[in-house]
């Protein structure tokens, strides 16, 4: 078997070494490479098929690492991580010890800028190339963001400071493929998705060209007048030029002759000074893999899958996730209340909310990757007596903090915050960690933060949430429920009222979230070491049950607190505040995520090197009693 030009590359230098004409060819080798991967390992599939082309291209026309190339998020980078020397352990990517889903500083030479959030590419792309300009460097910095993150506000204000600086040196390039994770909402999408702005506009652009060198002088001004005209109606190319960019496209994103004779064509450019430029491609999320073509959002993350069919391996069944029970609870709660309205940051699938779209359309609401967006429109439907709730993971609320403090706390507005993957999430990693919701949402005033121990109690916390009059937010694990049965009917938990879920007096576990059940294992465990252990499921980070809570505490020899959140401003944190301003003396073991950056890698395992699991909770009651 003749040797895969693949194996040959263990940099970009090799890529750039090739000939022009076995671009293409190297293409097709990553993207087999890419399907034959993922397939064994689950992972960002489609969205790094589509960009296959522009990554190796990339690589190929600029002189990477001196050109610094950053990618929005990540989830289209798996063929620059085969092309930079991580092919060998590609089979670890996004478990413990190995490479991250995202790029990552730390990990390559080559990741010139982490991130696990959209729209953040332009802004540090510019910031690189400002950095190259005044230390007098050479070399181009690169920002390739597809068309979902250009819904962010944030790209937009990098593109009109770029333009008002005229950054010589920057590239933008769009991967235009119509969709983000879900199919991408909202006037921009339409506008870079208009038909008039696909071949046909490039040839009439062309024979306008030509047509104005045959005009004589005074006609030429009149000319070029109507040509901008005619380019506002048909062509996305006046909207990024107004913000100061060269634009070139759109192109067939796709096509290893078009991309490489535009990317040449860019290069020159700025070596001329002709930057910013921005390179608008269109391109097929999934492209090259039938399954993924024909359903790109199925296959946008995925699980290990039969590359033949494309279907994936299904896990045992279980019960149903935090995500579903959330879903279904809101749609039935909506049924009864017209004034319920479900808002998502183009998550609504990861959010449950496509099963709410489904059945109450006019009451959803996609609004793009635009949380802080997201939490003001939320609030204006408040101040009209609406009951907005807010699905939104919690690594991305924090992008949302200000809009939280200011639009919504500080005016009491009636909004819920339903906040999925809080917590450890796995494979995802240091960027999605929802490990921050506690510390920041605990300190505003006017805000309710509850946590559920297991699926039933989140459907009372939803409804809870909904029916008070003011902020509340209710944060919730990835993955599978317990089982447990659910109550036919939701009620409401009178604000602040923990749960005492077993009794002791010799020491106190206090747990938030789902946690309270392993506590109970942990309980048992000392029982049956002579250790009376009473176990509380607080509920509640704010306002906490201090009734409850100080009782224990003047009654036990010791108190452990128990949270999948941050130790630093979290629940154990508030606990100690309350033992303080009552002036209770007793010791106090506050188990909870260390003030780390915690990477990618197995939940359990991960909760049990931070003592958050049964033997965990035991060992530092233990430890409290001298035992």
């Given at each position: 078997m003749s040797e895969r030009l693949l194996d040959r590359i263990e940099s970009p230098a090799d890529v750039r070494a090739l000939p022009r004409e076995q671009v293409e060819a190297l293409c097709c080798e990553l993207r087999d490479e890419i399907v034959q991967r993922v397939a064994k390992t689950g992972g960002h599939l489609a969205s790094s098929l589509g960009a296959v082309e522009l990554i190796t291209v990339i690589h190929h026309v600029f002189d990477t690492p001196t050109d610094r190339l950053v990618l929005d998020v990540g989830h289209q980078g798996y063929a620059h991580k085969l092309l930079t020397g991580r092919r060998g352990v590609?089979?670890?990517i996004g478990k413990q010890g190995g490479i991250g889903k995202f790029l990552r500083r730390e990990e390559s030479r080559f990741d010139h800028f982490g991130a696990g959030h959209a729209g953040t590419s332009i802004s540090a792309a510019l910031g690189i190339a400002r950095a190259k300009q005044h230390r007098g460097e050479p070399g181009f910095a690169i920002a390739l963001i597809g068309d979902g993150g250009m819904t962010s506000g944030m790209a937009f204000e990098a593109l009109n400071h770029a333009g008002e600086l005229q950054q010589k040196n920057l590239l933008v390039v769009l991967n235009d493929n119509e969709m983000s994770i879900a199919p991408n909402v909202?006037?921009?999408?339409?506008?870079?998705?208009r038909k008039m702005s696909k071949p046909l506009v490039r040839r009439l652009k062309s024979y306008a060209k030509d047509f104005l060198g045959t005009l004589p002088g005074d006609m030429v001004e009149w000319a070029h007048k109507a040509e901008e005209s005619f380019k506002a109606f048909i062509s996305p190319s006046l909207l990024f030029e107004a913000l100061g960019f060269r634009?070139?496209?759109?192109?067939?994103?796709?096509?290893?002759?078009?991309?490489?004779e535009t990317f040449e064509n860019a290069r020159r450019m700025l070596e001329g000074g002709e930057g910013p430029i921005l390179i608008h491609a269109l391109t097929a999320k999934g492209h090259g893999y039938a399954p993924a073509e024909a359903d790109p959002f199925k296959y946008h993350g995925v699980t290990p899958f039969e590359i033949e069919s494309g279907e994936m391996r299904k896990a045992a069944a279980g019960p149903p996730s935090y995500t579903r029970v959330f879903s279904d609870a809101l749609i039935r709660l909506a049924d009864e209340d017209p004034r319920i309205v479900a808002?998502?940051?183009?998550?609504?699938?990861?959010?449950?909310?496509?099963?709410?779209q489904a059945v109450h359309p006019d009451r959803y609401y996609d609004v793009g990757i635009a949380e802080q967006h997201a939490v003001t429109f939320a609030a204006g439907l408040a101040t009209e007596g609406m009951k907005p709730v807010a699905a939104i993971y919690s690594t991305f609320l924090q992008r949302a903090f200000d809009?939280?403090?200011?639009?919504?706390?500080?005016?009491?507005?009636?909004?819920?915050?339903?906040?999925?993957?809080?917590?450890?999430?796995?494979?995802?990693g240091a960027?999605?960690?929802?490990?921050?919701d506690v510390a920041y949402l605990r300190a505003l005033p006017n805000m309710i933060v509850m946590a559920p121990k297991d699926e039933n109690e989140l459907r009372h916390m939803l409804k809870t949430a909904i029916d008070h009059p003011g902020p509340a937010a209710v944060r919730y694990p990835r993955g599978n429920g317990f089982g447990v049965s659910l109550d036919p009917d939701m009620?409401?938990?009178?604000i602040g009222e923990a749960e005492l879920l077993r009794d002791g007096d010799q020491v106190a576990v206090l747990a938030l979230g789902t946690l309270a059940h392993v506590a109970l294992e942990a309980a048992h465990a000392l029982g049956e070491e002579g250790i009376s252990a009473a176990v509380v499921n607080a509920r509640f980070a704010k306002p906490l049950d201090t009734k409850r809570i100080l009782a224990l505490a003047q009654r036990c020899r010791a108190v452990v607190t128990v949270e999948e959140a941050s130790a630093a401003g979290g629940f154990g944190s508030a606990v100690l505040e309350a033992l303080a301003e009552a002036g209770i003396a007793v010791p106090v073991h506050c188990l909870a995520i260390p003030d780390r950056i915690v990477e990618h890698g197995d939940p359990a395992t991960l909760r049990a090197s931070f003592g958050l699991d049964a033997e965990g909770i035991a060992r530092a009651a233990r430890g409290l009693l001298g035992r």
């Open positions: 590609f089979d670890r909202g006037a921009l999408s339409s506008f870079l998705s634009y070139l496209g759109p192109i067939r994103g796709n096509r290893v002759d078009d991309v490489l808002i998502t940051a183009a998550m609504p699938d990861g959010t449950g909310l496509d099963r709410f809009q939280v403090v200011h639009d919504v706390c500080i005016q009491g507005l009636d909004v819920t915050f339903a906040i999925d993957r809080a917590g450890l999430v796995g494979a995802d960027t999605h960690q929802g490990f921050y009620k409401t938990i009178p």
